[in-house]
């Protein structure tokens, strides 16, 4: 029957685990992600467990399954690591840019230096906003060594 929104058939664009035989593919999801939870017993993430307890506390999250705790500093770890390697990116991109000035040379030391600009656009790839604040003084000299300050 053309045009049919009959679940079963063919071409559905059906996920996983969804049609006739659901229960069988709702049953090795469920097995896999068991398996994955329990590994997660054995890994020892970069984030101290501690550090993720106190920050889910603060945000009002208490749970005393320790695989939760360790599953969100994996998927913390990982966004971490992106956000560093987009950075990265956009580092050597601004690097890379050419000079428009032509009386300054580009150093033969070709060290990366992250910069805010570098990591508020890796940032707002992923949905992080960040603005850091203008630098204010209190008076002119703060910040002036004592030679150079006008008394």
Known sequence: MMGSNNPGGAG????PGMGVDSSDGRHDDE??????LSSLMDYNPTIPDEL?????????FHCPDL???RLVAVATQKFISDIASDSLQHCK????APIKDNKSKQPKDRRLVLTMDDLSKALREHGVNLKHPEYFADSPSAGMGPSTREE
């Open 52 to 60: 993720v307890e106190h920050y889910l506390g603060r945000s009002g």
């Open 31 to 36: 097995a896999v992600l068991t398996e994955f």
């Open 67 to 69: 695989r939760l705790t």
């Open 93 to 96: 991109a601004r690097v890379a």
């Open 12 to 15: 559905g664009g059906m996920a």
